[in-house]
């Protein structure tokens, strides 16, 4: 069982950055960013594989990015440029199966607790 924590959410004007942080207990082979908001579909942000391989959602593409320290066990999402539409709780989550490509939740069977972002405009 992989345990993951989530922390760095909070709220931010448009045009700011924040960066989120995952910690976990153990390396799988697929970690990524999703977010969900009520009532809505959990939406696949970007996801990066053992491989180096990253994937990004066309509506962050160039804002965000996601990268591992794998020193820290800690899996990031740096987001620049934030926009109202970025609001949303953001949920770390990982895979022992190598990453497909894209984005999708269904690739995950591990997740966190998720984290707030709000970003006023």
């Known amino acids: 069982q992989v345990h993951l924590v989530e922390s760095g959410g909070g709220s931010v004007q448009a045009g700011g950055s924040l960066r989120l942080s995952c910690t976990y207990t153990?390396?799988?082979?697929?970690m990524g960013w999703l977010r969900q908001n009520p009532a809505k579909e959990r939406e696949g942000v970007a996801s990066?594989?053992?491989?180096?391989?990253?994937y990004y959602a066309d509506s962050v593409q160039g804002r965000f990015t996601i990268d591992k320290e794998r020193a820290e066990d800690t899996l990031y999402l740096q987001m620049n440029s934030l926009k109202s539409e970025d609001t949303s709780t953001y949920f770390c989550?990982?895979?022992?199966?190598?990453?497909?490509?894209?984005?999708?939740?269904?690739?995950?069977?591990?997740w966190g607790q998720g984290t707030q972002v709000t970003v006023s405009s």
């Open positions: 989550a990982a895979s022992w199966r190598r990453c497909s490509p894209g984005t999708s939740e269904q690739q995950y069977n591990h």
């Open positions: 153990q390396d799988t082979y697929c």
């Open positions: 990066l594989g053992t491989d180096g391989l990253t």
